[in-house]
């Protein structure tokens, strides 16, 4: 924290998405590096006012607007130092049946930014992205994929300006907006049943904590050209939904709660990868977290000192069990 800290003092920083659940909490936890102002730009407008309220800083300063609009980002990015781009959707199903809106926010909306950080010449810019970017199935992943290539392809197509462009690679961040421990939750509240769609399912998980800071040393470590992908634990989804369901069902007044298997919804994959085969050859292992750098930079930054670990997938890794996943949701305070 003291190195971060140091990093970020006194810095102009923009977070897109910034009324989200990683966005809002990357502006939290910048808060205390003591930055010289952070721009917290989302169209979520009651989310941007919320924020406020709860935060009364005075280092924030709220922006209405869309990463559709390169006008409005371009205001936006006047005199920045380094971009946290957490703007996106985000959810599957809903990229399935909105293709044309998913490519327009995060593919457009992620080349926009990049456009403009270019012509401001930022520090930093970190792009969040997600496993499912990785041998992508569904139309979320695949723009995902889209956001993480031009990103660190802005790399070899900025010329001389100074911008280093990397990415940061997520897992399913525990109790976010949208996410199935708040659904699990109301389920069991209303007395069940529980939906799972398949019981074979597998998901890497990481809290809103961990996935922040990994998106801070990111920050701090990037050179250009990066997907930093933080070690994280893998669940068989059945098994949360249990541990969830043994610790919350009798406070709420039932004795058991039925599961209901409903399918895969479209576009869903049983397990989710973090890394393919290909990207561990230009991966470096660190103690908390991989870094793959792009081809073309990988020997110069590792001696050629090639990682031959196969993919990171959560289907091969090593599984949580139901009572290490209740430890896990009661240090981030779900149970």
Do not use: W
């Not at 102002?37 to 407008?45: A, C, Q, S, T, Y």
């Not at 196969?310 to 069990?321: I, M, Q, V, W």
Request: glycine share 8%; with cysteine; aromatic share 6%.
């Amino acid at each position: 924290m003291n190195e971060l800290k140091e990093f970020y003092e006194g810095k102009t920083i923009l977070v897109t998405g910034g009324a989200g659940s990683i966005g809002s909490e990357i502006v939290r936890t910048l808060l205390k590096s003591d930055p010289k102002v952070i721009r917290v730009l989302d169209i979520n407008e009651t989310g941007l006012f919320e924020l406020e309220q709860e935060l009364k800083s005075e280092k924030l300063r709220l922006f209405v607007g869309d990463i559709r609009d390169k006008d409005r980002l371009k205001r936006a990015i006047e005199g920045v130092d380094i971009v946290f781009h957490a703007a996106a959707l985000k959810h599957v199903p809903l990229c399935e049946y909105n293709p044309f809106e998913a490519v327009k926010t995060n593919v457009v909306g992620t080349q926009n930014l990049i456009d403009v950080a270019l012509d401001e010449e930022v520090e930093k810019f970190i792009t969040i992205s997600t496993d499912k970017a990785v041998n992508p199935i569904n139309v979320m992943g695949a723009t995902k994929l889209l956001a993480e290539r031009i990103t660190t392809a802005a790399n070899l197509y900025k010329g001389n300006r100074k911008t280093a462009f990397s990415v940061v690679r997520f897992g399913n961040v525990l109790n976010s907006r949208g996410s199935i421990l708040p659904l699990i939750k109301n389920q069991i509240k209303k007395g069940g049943p529980v939906t799972l769609t398949n019981p074979k399912m597998t998901r890497f998980i990481m809290s809103i904590h961990d996935a922040v800071m990994l998106v801070l040393k990111a920050g701090m470590l990037a050179k250009g050209g990066e997907i930093f992908i933080l070690k994280m634990p893998a669940v068989k989804v059945l098994n949360l939904i249990e541990a969830v369901i043994e610790e919350l069902a009798p406070k709420y007044g039932y004795s058991t709660i039925k599961i209901d298997i409903i399918g895969k919804r479209p576009g869903e994959k049983l397990f989710e990868e973090l890394m393919t085969e290909e990207e561990a050859l230009n991966a470096k292992e660190l103690e908390d977290m991989y870094i793959v750098y792009a081809e073309e930079l990988y020997d110069k930054r590792n001696n050629g000192n090639y990682n031959q670990t196969l993919g990171y997938n959560s289907k091969n890794a090593e599984h949580l069990t139901k009572e290490e996943i209740k430890d896990v949701l009661k240090t981030i305070g779900y149970l």
